[in-house]
């Protein structure tokens, strides 16, 4: 069973991704090249990050979902993010990491470092690189990723705040959905807007009393004000009331599609 | 009438600006410094991009407007984005520009400059700056960018979709809230998760009719799931219904907080 999610090895994507995954690992660049390649069978599990509870949606994985045909949602990961300062010895004056990790240790690096350069690169796991080959900079990353090299860990946990969670899709073949799980992911495009179009899709959950989890807008690219929405559920797909309630939004919905990701259940991993 | 928005001189923020300020135009980095400064009474007015019709929310925006005390909107500017392509001849073997700008105009280089390099940087104007300093890269940026320099206009209207507009919102002190304006924005935080919540939330203005242009969630960096919602609604702010609804909404947040931005009305810039 091969799975691909974004890479270089080290990775928060690449922990989720082997904390699931009974086979090989691999690693693309983007969102969209694993989404493809689960889609066209170059891969049968895909890894992508959805949500932060800092930072809020990773809107390239909701827009790749939202375009990409055949798709199941087969299972949901969510992994505590964990940072720590990282450097070969105490002589460095820059710091590299991904934008988000730094910014998720603004307060910390203030306090402590407040000199040292903050340099944004493309991964975690490339300011890990950059600190091995360079002793005047550190790196942010999971503690982790200092073992087996000659980088030693400075500051631990070190994030701004103490609940910092990602949420992982792991997405399969359509072929694949799994037939229980208690939660589902539609995501919805009208290609409609009047007064009340968003309530009147919310009400077929709430009069069957499915607790809404989640809804999110993303622009549909035709026009400002015209969105595709993604919904969350706490409710099984194989349920009556959620085939029930999801018919009523495809009517509603019937100038646009409805897209049924399927049903999972969350699963936390360290 | 100072106002500061997003530089330097030459970004899309620099026209909206400039199209909508009496007084001068200066230039901050990032967003969060353009809200404070106009929260401390550094600046009357701020000019800050809130939505594109491609790329989405700008969460920065959101995420510092949920943040900061004693705001208001008081007027909605929304601007066609269109891009050019710039340079100093055809020599050119690299093009920069902010990564959303090269992102929109992925199919035109695919189709006539697939070899070229593409380099993402800070901003458009920026882009340009280093086309002007470097006959082999090329930049990303509205046409007018070339205006008095030794640019030339390689192609023009190079966006992959016709229709890219651009929001910006027009932030002041909440002692200059405009009485007036058909549209208006709050940001509720109830501080509470139970199933029918968001709709709860909802309700109040579907009950008196008033359409809602946009919900948006962010993450309260409080717990994953637990959100604040960025609502705008096509209903002013002096209209007694949108006080009942806005009063209904705070009573059903109690645990948590409104923010009422104020009212605008939408003002197209070209």
Redesign the interface.
């Known amino acids: 069973m091969d799975t691909v999610t974004l890479g270089p090895a080290g990775t928060y994507s690449h922990r989720a991704a082997s904390a699931v995954s009974a086979g090989d690992v691999s690693f693309m660049e983007s969102v969209r090249d694993i989404v493809d390649a689960v889609a066209v069978g170059d891969a049968d599990r895909g890894v992508v990050p959805i949500?932060?509870?800092?930072?809020?949606s990773v809107?390239e994985t909701l827009d790749a979902l939202a375009d990409t045909d055949g798709l199941a949602v087969v299972r949901e990961v969510?992994t505590p993010i964990r940072h720590a300062l990282l450097a070969q010895d105490d002589g460095f004056d820059a710091v590299a990491s991904h934008a988000q990790a730094l910014a998720q240790c603004r307060e910390y690096l203030d306090a402590t470092h407040p000199a040292v350069d903050r340099r944004a690169v493309a991964s975690t796991a490339r300011g890990v690189e950059v600190a091995r080959n360079d002793e005047t900079t550190a790196a942010i990353a999971h503690p982790d990723s200092a073992d087996g090299t000659e980088l030693d860990v400075h500051g631990s946990g070190i994030q701004d705040?103490a609940?910092n969670?990602t949420?992982f899709f792991v997405v399969g073949p359509a072929s694949e959905r799994t037939p229980a799980g208690g939660k589902s992911s539609i995501i919805v495009y009208p290609n409609a807007n009047?007064?009340?179009l968003?309530?009147e899709l919310?009400?077929p959950?709430?009069d069957r009393?499915?607790?809404?989890?989640?809804?999110?807008?993303?622009?549909s690219?035709?026009?400002?004000?015209d969105?595709v929405f993604h919904v969350d559920i706490?409710s099984g797909c194989y349920e009556e009331r959620t085939r029930n309630a999801v018919a009523d939004v495809a009517e509603i919905a019937a100038a646009g599609w409805v897209r049924r990701l399927g049903s999972y259940d969350t699963e936390h991993v360290a």
């Open positions: 949500e932060n509870s800092i930072q809020g809107t969510v705040r609940s969670e949420r009047h007064p009340g968003l309530l919310l009400e959950f709430a009393n499915i607790n809404l989890s989640r809804v999110e807008s993303r622009p690219g035709e026009r400002l004000g969105y706490a």
